[in-house]
């Protein structure tokens, strides 16, 4: 006995695959960088939407934390109770926002593909991002 594939179930192969694709493109597409909702408080700077910033871009609190003091050259804290990011130093919602893109471009976005799926891996001085969407390795110039 000879099995065909019949071109119905073909095209319903077909079907499958280009929607699978879809969600791919999709995924990309839907990324939009966050906006940081900053106030200002004395000689502070507040990053109220702080853990909703991390979350989207799938980082670790510190990490994000630490990336903000060493690109602002200052230091601050993240309020234990709700997870805001206080910033020991007075910085516009314009420059709090630019730090953040740069975040996005250096630390998120992979080069390859653009896709936001990635991870930081650190390995003694070296840090690479490694894309979870198509599986590049780059390394980071800090
Ligand atoms: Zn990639």
Known sequence: MK????????????????????????????????????????????????KEIAERLNRDLNELARFFYNDLAISGMIDPNTKQLILFGKFTFERINMSLKYYIKKYLLCPICNSNDTVIIREKKNIFLKCLACGATSSIVE
């Open 3 to 50: 099995k065909t594939l019949s071109i119905n179930s073909y095209e319903k192969m077909l079907d499958r695959l280009y929607s699978l694709i879809q969600v791919r493109v999709d995924k990309f597409r839907r990324f939009e960088q966050p906006i940081a909702e900053v106030i200002n408080v004395k000689n502070r700077t507040i990053i109220t939407n702080f």
